[in-house]
């Protein structure tokens, strides 16, 4: 069973969760660096633990379950949108451990406190990945239908 998976490559679904261990903090300081002087040049001055729990942790978050879900359905070699489901649900699951009891810098700096923005930011980037893949999936389904009649 093993060697038939092995033939079908189906372990290269695992490629997007290792591209976005890699992409998201690549990719996250340009952009929180973006979103940090926009915000000071605006007035909006920020600490520095304030800006890492509104801004730097859901940014890298939503970098990562894109990542997560989009690469892992592309690299799946049938069955994308079933691959794209079970990413989403994993994925999610993954970011309500990870981020439910995430410390609040300000209001509680030593106890947990649950911080809804990091949370809805990652979930809501999550969604609109998954329904990226679904609506990419559907298109190329009924442009082969098209090819064939």
Known sequence: MIIRMLKR???KVLIGPILGLVIAP?????????????LWTTGNHMPGKLFIGVVTIPTIYSIYII????????????KRIQVATALYITGSLIVFYLLWDFPSPI????????????????????????ATVL?????????ANNRVQ
């Open 135 to 143: 609506i990419l999936e559907r298109r190329a389904k009924k442009r």
């Open 26 to 38: 690549l990719s996250s300081v340009p952009i929180t660096r973006v979103i940090h002087e926009i």
């Open 107 to 130: 209001y509680s700096p030593k106890q947990k406190l649950t911080l809804w923005q990091p949370f809805a930011i990652t979930f809501l980037t999550g969604s609109l990945a998954y």
């Open 9 to 11: 490559s189906w372990p």
């Open 67 to 78: 990542c997560f879900i989009c690469f892992g359905a592309l690299f799946a070699p049938a």
